[in-house]
C-alpha cells in the first residue's frame, strides 16, 4: 500500500519506518527540511535502539522517503497519517495548531479520496475538527465532490522501545464508523495482526479518549505508588516489599508500580493536563487527575529536599555528581525530565552539578549550554570526581552494578540519593556508604 507520513518525530518516523519495513511504501513529510536532509543520508535525529537500521535498509530499498514536499507526500498515499507534535498551550490544553495545519496541507493537495488518520495524541473532538477543516479547503477549492474520511488511530509506543512496540502492538485501536476505511486500516495493519486479534474497532470519539484513558491510568499508578513511597518512608515501612506484596495480586500486577522521581517526557505531563483542561471545559471537575499531577510536582522535588537536608540546608559551592538525565532509559528525551527539576534547584541553591547519560549529553548540552555550573562527562566515573555525593535519577541498565568501591574512591564524601531504589540499602550501609532511596529508611 502507498502510506504517507506527515511529522517524522518519534511517532511519525518509527510508524513510516515499520511500515515501510512489511512492503508498503511510504513517504514520510517534515516541514523541518534539516531533519529531512539527515534522514535521507541515512541519519537519525533521535535515539531508538533498532531504528537506524531499519531506517536505512528500507530507504535502500526505496520503500521509504522522506521529503518537505507535501504536494508529493499528499499525491502518494491512499492513508495520509497526522503525526506531528500536539504540545500544551497556555493553559495546559493540547495545541492542535500543526495537526490542523497538516489537514489543510492535505485538503489543499487532494486530487482523490484520501483516508486522513489521527496519529498525534489529540482530545476528543479533534477529529471533527480535521473533518471540518478538510472539508472547508475542499469547498474554498471548488472540489466537493473530493471524497475522505478521518480516522483516529492513536499511538501507544514507548520511548526507547519504540520500534519494538510498533511491531508487536498490543492493541491497534480504529475509530471511525467507515466500512471502507476499516477495511483498508485492517488491510494496513495485517502484518502486524498475525499473532492473535489485535484490531479493536471502534467510534472516534472512543478512540480518542481511549489514548488519553491509557496515559492517564499508568501516570496514576506511578503517581499512587510514588504516595506510597511517602507513607512508607514516614510509617517506617519499606516500599520495596510493599510493591512485591501488592504486585502479587494479579488484579494489580507488578508493571507500572514503582516508586521514583515522578514521571516525565513528553507524554504523561501533557497529556494528564490537556484532559483535565477537557475536563474543566465541560464544567467536570476530574479529582482523581488533578490528585495524580499534584503529587507527580511534589515528587520531581523529594530528592533535593533530601539532598538539602542531609547537608543541613546548605549546598553552596557543594558539587554533586548527577547519573542519568533522560526522562528514562533508553531514550535521549530530555522533555519534563525529572532530573531538570533537580538540576535546576541545585544550581539555585548555589550548587554544581556534573552528569552523565548514556545517550541524552547532547540534548542537556543544547538545553543548557550556557550554564556554568554544569559539567557534561564522558563516563560515570568522570562524573565522581570530588563530588560530595552521587544522585541518581535514571535507571539505565550500566547503573545497576557499579564498581562501589570507585564510587567511593572518587567521592569526597561516601553519599547516594537514588532516585531509583537501585540498590539495597542495608548492603549499601555495609560497604560504608550513607545511602538515600525512595520509600525507604536511609541507611548508614
Ligand atoms: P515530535 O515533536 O518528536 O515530532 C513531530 C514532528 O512533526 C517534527 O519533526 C516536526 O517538524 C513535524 N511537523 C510539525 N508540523 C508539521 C507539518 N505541518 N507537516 C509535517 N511535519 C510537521 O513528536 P512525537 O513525539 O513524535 O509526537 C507526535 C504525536 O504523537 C504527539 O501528539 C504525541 O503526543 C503523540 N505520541 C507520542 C509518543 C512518544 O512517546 N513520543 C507516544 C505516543 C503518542
Not at 518509527?14 to 529531512?36: F, P, S, Y
Not at 511491531?167 to 485501536?173: A, E, F, L, M, W
Request: hydrophobic share 40%; glycine share 8%.
Amino acid at each position: 500500500m502507498n502510506v504517507t507520513v506527515f511529522g517524522t518525530g518519534y511517532v511519525g518516523l518509527v510508524q513510516g519506518a515499520i511500515l515501510a519495513n512489511v512492503g508498503h511504501h511510504v513517504v514520510c513529510v517534515d516541514v523541518d527540511a534539516e531533519k529531512v536532509d539527515k534522514l535521507t543520508q541515512g541519519i537519525i535525529p533521535i535515539y531508538e535502539p533498532g531504528l537506524e537500521a531499519l531506517v536505512k535498509e528500507n530507504s535502500a530499498a526505496g520503500r521509504l522517503r522522506f521529503t518537505t514536499d507535501a504536494a508529493a507526500g499528499v499525491a502518494h498515499g491512499a492513508v495520509q497519517f497526522i503525526a506531528v507534535g500536539t504540545p500544551p498551550d497556555e493553559d495546559g490544553s493540547a495545541d492542535l495548531q500543526y495537526v490542523l495545519k497538516v489537514a489543510e496541507t492535505i485538503a489543499e493537495h487532494m486530487q482523490a479520496h484520501r483516508i486522513i488518520v489521527d496519529k498525534s495524541t489529540v482530545p476528543v473532538g479533534t477529529a471533527d475538527k480535521v473533518r471540518a477543516r478538510v472539508a472547508q479547503v475542499l469547498e474554498q477549492r471548488g472540489e466537493t465532490a473530493l471524497s475522505f474520511d478521518v480516522v483516529s488511530n492513536p499511538e501507544f509506543l514507548k520511548e526507547g522501545s519504540a520500534v519494538a512496540d510498533c511491531q508487536k502492538p498490543d492493541r491497534i485501536i480504529i475509530g471511525t464508523e467507515d466500512d471502507h476505511s476499516v477495511e483498508v486500516m485492517r488491510e494496513l495493519y495485517a502484518p502486524f495482526n498475525r499473532n492473535h486479534e489485535k484490531i479493536i474497532v471502534m467510534d472516534v470519539k472512543s478512540a480518542e479518549l481511549t489514548k488519553y484513558a491509557a496515559n492517564c491510568m499508568l501516570a496514576t499508578k506511578i503517581s499512587f505508588m510514588n504516595e506510597m513511597a511517602n507513607l512508607a518512608e514516614r510509617l517506617g515501612a519499606d516500599i520495596e516489599a510493599v510493591r512485591q506484596g501488592i504486585g502479587s495480586d494479579p488484579r494489580i500486577g507488578y508493571q507500572f508500580i514503582y516508586p521514583g522521581v515522578g514521571y516525565g517526557g513528553s507524554c504523561f505531563p501533557k497529556d494528564v493536563q490537556a484532559l483535565i483542561r477537557a475536563a474543566d471545559a465541560i464544567d467536570f471537575d476530574a479529582k482523581v487527575l488533578k490528585a495524580v499531577e499534584k503529587r507527580n510536582y511534589q515528587q520531581k522535588t523529594t530528592l533535593f529536599e533530601k539532598i538539602l537536608a542531609h547537608f543541613d540546608g546548605d549546598l553552596s559551592g557543594r558539587t554533586f555528581a548527577l547519573w542519568g538525565l533522560a526522562f528514562k532509559p533508553n531514550t535521549d528525551d530530555m522533555r519534563e525530565a525529572p532530573s531538570r527539576v533537580l538540576m535546576e534547584a541545585l544550581w539555585a541553591a548555589g550548587a554544581q552539578v556534573q552528569a552523565y547519560d548514556p545517550e541524552a549529553m547532547e540534548e542537556t548540552q543544547r538545553l543548557y549550554a550556557d550554564r556554568d555550573v554544569l559539567s557534561l562527562c564522558g563516563t560515570k566515573e568522570a562524573a565522581l570526581k570530588n563530588a560530595d555525593a552521587l544522585v541518581i535519577v535514571t535507571d539505565w541498565q550500566s547503573f545497576k552494578a557499579p564498581d562501589f568501591d570507585l564510587i567511593k574512591q572518587k567521592l569526597s564524601q561516601p553519599t547516594i540519593f537514588d532516585g531509583r531504589n537501585m540498590y539495597d540499602p542495608k548492603r549499601m550501609a555495609r560497604k560504608g556508604f550513607t545511602y538515600y532511596s525512595v520509600g525507604r529508611q536511609a541507611a548508614f
